[in-house]
Nanobody, 116 residues
Framework: VQLQASGGGLVQAGGSLRVSCAAS????????IGWFRQAPGKTRELVAS?????????TYADSAKGRFTISRDNDKFTVYLQMNNLKSEDTAVYYC?????????WGQGTQVTVSS
């Protein structure tokens, strides 16, 4: 599985941004796709994830609830993370990751910078 993240950038506090993660390769093996982020000096943390099943169950970190929405486009094998009301503490490199039965695959990161 290969993952291509895009859509990061610079935004003012209170603004919105959408990042995308396009999956290719053995997409039928994907169990779920998640967005993680890593700020300087901090450990990588899960922001949101979505299951690749009929229900598409979503999970969110407490910091993302009410502001971020994860969704998927099955036809394009793409997962989106819509981020609203961004705060300076959301500044980080955002990574998408796909979990399959035996391994977690990572895409390259995309930088999100929120200016206050």
């Amino acid at each position: 599985v290969q993952l291509q993240a895009s859509g990061g950038g610079l935004v003012q506090a209170g603004g919105s941004l959408r990042v995308s993660c396009a999956a290719s390769g053995n997409t039928a093996s994907i169990i779920n796709i998640g967005w993680f982020r890593q700020a300087p000096g901090k450990t990588r943390e899960l922001v949101a994830s979505i299951a690749y099943d009929m229900e598409g169950t979503t999970t969110y970190a407490d910091s993302a609830k009410g502001r971020f929405t994860i969704s998927r486009d099955n036809d394009k094998f793409t997962v989106y993370l819509q981020m609203n009301n961004l705060k300076s503490e959301d500044t980080a490199v955002y990574y998408c990751s796909a979990r399959t039965r035996n391994i977690r695959h990572w895409g390259q990161g995309t930088q999100v910078t929120v200016s206050s």
